[in-house]
């Protein structure tokens, strides 16, 4: 049957899932799998702690823009429909549900296992005499000296109570007087938060320091202590135009995010009302804000469990391999990237295809080629002691011209990237820091040789940072090559971001904030027309979130005329998949595991002529609008070839994964009908590295 086009006018005003809503659905995947019965018991436990550290950052960064957003009479309608008011108590509501799951996880299901498998996660009274013992000497030598109890009355304000900080509300009372004053013991941030106790037997430090009370308030008596915690607004806020030294605003800025106001207080379930009052009142915090969760607050301390040498509860170890196309050339000595480069384009994906094996080696061999004249590179996140800063320093040494584009304002990196700055600074580096009112998002990478014949650029375009620690976590993809129209384009950008050009021209790029939704939304009215015309047609997506609503409304447009469309997200996603005629085409999915989903591909049949980009964008107002954003065309068959058999398993029927409804919610789908699990995508792309290397030794 023939499909009529919906045009835009007509698309239901409820077209658009709530990003907030959205986001905190994500958060509620990666929860659910710390009950995953397929996964080994410190994997699971791993998922509590970044289910933990994942809400705490969007408490400081999404819930304080919302309460930025009503304290200031922004309240206008998102394009969900709601106002900035109703998404906050959705979020309150929502938020407090999935605590409350997450301290019943692990109550009923990650501690008792743990225990069953020797791994003891204790409260005080739980602790033996003996450790008791201990645990008094351990307060005495390495707690009672740091600890500062601040006292709270009429010479005592209440303190300044730092974010994510882990506190006691302690109740004395002076047995000369009967008066009950109160006081704030601040638990230290430097100490382990899960103290060991014995082998693979921890106790919560709080828990410690509440039972030594007597020894901070001698004389009194104590009558209850309570724990809490504050999160408080973290974003940064920088007015560029304004700042007359970008690298002092910003450390200034850092100095204030500290003292931001507060966006949630967690309490223990069984606190003290009077004790609540008085937090609520001082904090001046409203009662929606009061988390009352079961002990112990702040799960992300299970990173210390986690990190136990216990390779028995944990996924096997994945040890990433070098690129076939890079170790097939060379396989004895470390592949020399410069020329097979020259000769072909790569196409990497991480972490299944080592980082350290082809990007930085990139960058260490060009670093102490005598034929290499200059450097270039984009830095967005990178690690303390990343070789690749090493690498641009030794460049800079050997004398090549090195470029740096440091993006300073990357969200909570800031303090690492302004030290790193300075550093490259140093060692003689030109480090620049981008555009007025643009993040540098892009993943650049430009090597320039004299190759004897001419001037050469060997360029990485990639889709995530240049940070080698997180490169083994991340999913990611990454283009070397020497293509001359992508040199050309690589040059021209970093001529804008270093100087004043005003470039919007390129080959094979396409770049935010001037074409990437224009680029994007052009292919998939381009698909609209091969669809209507009989030729093959068909849209696949992967990016991290999907929130810009012209781009949904392309999608939109594209379904109701019948193209069939695949989005997978890893995290937000606004679309609303299966409205009758309107996207009844388009299948989302969502896939997590022990790696990051991190990879932005963006796929059109183009009547049969595929065209595959990859870059750095996701579809998002900031990365659209306020963020240089790189994608860049596949030109290789093979190579898009690759991306394509990547969605085919990703959207196969047998993989496992969870499926978007009309109505935003997720379902998950881990057994098939014959009872057996589905396959793990990762795993199963971990074992396809592992035997076609074996079948290349072997050869």
Request: glycine share 6%; with cysteine; proline share 5%.
């Amino acid at each position: 049957m023939e499909r009529i086009r919906v045009a835009e006018e007509d698309l239901p005003a409820d077209r658009f899932l709530d990003r907030e809503l959205s986001w905190l659905a994500f958060n509620q995947r990666v929860l659910e799998l710390s009950t995953d019965p397929e996964l080994p018991l410190l994997d699971r436990t791993k998922f509590l702690a970044i289910f933990a550290s994942n809400l705490d950052e969007f408490f400081m960064v999404r819930v304080a823009g919302l309460k930025r957003r009503i304290a200031t009479g922004i309240a206008v309608r998102s394009s969900s429909g709601y106002t900035p008011r109703e998404v906050l108590e959705a979020i309150w509501a929502r938020a407090y549900e999935l605590q409350i799951r997450q301290a019943d996880i692990f109550r009923h299901e990650i501690r008792p296992e743990l225990e069953a498998q020797g791994i003891g996660l204790l409260r005080w009274e739980e602790l033996t005499p003996v450790e008791k013992t201990e645990m008094d000497r351990f307060f005495d030598n390495k707690v009672f000296p740091i600890l500062t109890p601040l006292a709270v009355d009429p010479s005592h304000p209440f303190p300044y109570i730092s974010g994510l900080s882990l506190n006691l509300a302690v109740v004395v009372r002076n047995p000369a007087t009967g008066n009950e004053l109160f006081a704030r013991v601040k638990v230290p941030p430097l100490l382990p938060r899960f103290v060991e106790v014995g082998p693979q037997r921890f106790v919560p430090l709080e828990d410690v320091i509440a039972a030594h009370l007597d020894e901070l308030f001698p004389g009194m008596e104590i009558c209850e202590h309570h724990a809490f915690r504050v999160t408080r607004n973290e974003d940064v806020e920088v007015e560029e135009d304004d700042a007359e030294n970008l690298l002092k605003a910003l450390e200034r800025e850092l100095v204030r995010r500290r003292f931001g106001p507060p966006v949630r207080l967690e309490v223990e379930e069984d606190i003290d009302p009077h004790v609540l009052e008085l937090l609520v009142s001082e904090l001046d915090i409203s009662e929606q804000e009061v988390f009352r969760l079961p002990g112990p607050l702040d799960m992300t301390g299970l990173w210390s469990v986690v990190g136990l040498d216990r390779d028995d509860l944990k996924q096997r170890k994945f040890v990433p391999k070098t690129s076939r196309q890079l170790s097939e050339v060379e396989s004895a000595k470390a592949p020399d990237i410069l020329s097979i480069v020259r000769e072909r384009d790569v196409l990497l994906h991480h972490p299944y295809d080592s980082f350290s094996t082809s990007v930085q080696l990139f960058l260490e061999q060009a670093a102490v080629d005598p034929n290499v004249l200059a450097i270039k590179q984009t830095l967005y996140r990178t690690s303390g002691d990343s070789p690749i800063v090493v690498a641009l320093i030794r460049a800079a040494e050997e004398g090549k011209q090195v470029l740096a584009l440091v993006e300073i304002k990357a969200r909570f990196d800031e303090q690492n990237n302004i030290e790193w700055a300075r550093k490259l600074e140093q060692a003689g580096v030109h480090v620049v820091y981008g555009l007025v009112g643009l993040k540098t998002h892009s993943k650049l990478s430009m090597v320039v040789r004299n190759d004897g014949d001419q001037l050469r650029r060997y360029c990485h375009i990639g889709t995530g940072n240049y940070h080698p620690k997180t490169a083994r976590l991340y999913e990611d993809f990454g283009l070397l090559t020497s293509n001359p129209d992508v040199g050309e384009d690589v040059s021209n950008l970093f001529n804008v971001l270093s100087g004043y050009s005003r470039n919007t021209d390129y080959k094979r790029f396409l770049v935010a904030p001037h074409s990437v939704r224009a680029g994007l939304i052009e292919r998939i009215d381009r698909e609209i027309e091969h669809k209507l015309a009989g030729r093959t047609s068909g849209i696949r997506f992967k990016c991290n979130a999907l929130v810009d609503e012209e781009i949904i409304d392309a999608l939109y447009r594209a379904s109701s005329a019948g193209v069939p469309i695949e989005v997978w997200v890893r995290g937000i996603c606004a679309l609303r998949p299966g409205m009758p005629g309107i996207s009844d085409t388009i299948r989302v999915r969502s896939i997590l595991g022990r790696f990051l989903e991190h990879s932005r591909a963006y796929c059109f049949a183009n009547g049969g002529n595929h065209s595959v980009w990859i870059g750095s964008a996701d579809l998002m107002h900031r990365n659209l609008d306020r963020r240089v954003e790189t994608l860049v065309s596949l030109a290789d068959p093979e190579q898009i070839s690759e991306v394509y058999d990547l969605f085919d398993l990703g959207f196969a029927e047998d993989t496992a994964a969870w499926d978007l409804d009309v109505n935003g919610q997720w379902h998950r789908k881990l057994m098939g009908e014959d009872g057996n699990p589905l396959r793990d995508l990762q795993e199963y792309l971990i074992s396809q590295k592992s035997k076609r290397v074996s079948a290349l030794g072997s050869a």
